[in-house]
C-alpha cells in the first residue's frame, strides 16, 4: 500500500470514528417529526405542547447530530398527574 493510499485509510478511520453514534441532519429531523407527532396523537394531546425546532435549524454548522432534545411542557409535566402517563408512552415509541 502506498503513502498516499494509506493517508486515505487513516483519515477514512479518524472520519468514521468521530461520526460513530451520530444522524445525519435529515435523518434526525425526520425522526423528531415522527417521534413528537407520536406523542400528539395519543390521547395526551391536550396534556403537551407542540414545538419543534428541527436539528438543521438548531445545528446548521453541523452535518450530523448525536441526540434529540424533545421538551415536553405544560400540564404533562405536573408532578403526581399525567407525567408518567407521557413518560410511558414516550418509552414505548418503536425503535
Request: net charge positive; proline share 4%.
Amino acid at each position: 500500500m502506498g503513502e498516499k493510499q494509506e493517508l486515505k485509510l487513516l483519515k477514512a478511520i479518524e472520519d468514521y470514528r468521530r461520526i460513530a453514534g451520530r444522524f445525519l441532519l435529515d435523518t434526525a429531523e425526520v425522526l423528531a417529526e415522527e417521534l413528537v407527532e407520536y406523542l400528539l396523537a395519543a390521547s395526551l394531546r391536550d396534556l403537551a405542547s407542540k414545538k419543534l425546532h428541527p436539528p438543521a435549524r438548531c445545528a446548521a454548522a453541523a452535518k450530523t447530530v448525536g441526540d434529540l432534545d424533545i421538551l415536553v411542557t405544560g400540564r404533562a409535566c405536573i408532578e403526581g398527574g399525567p407525567r408518567q402517563k407521557v413518560i410511558d408512552h414516550l418509552l414505548r415509541f418503536p425503535g
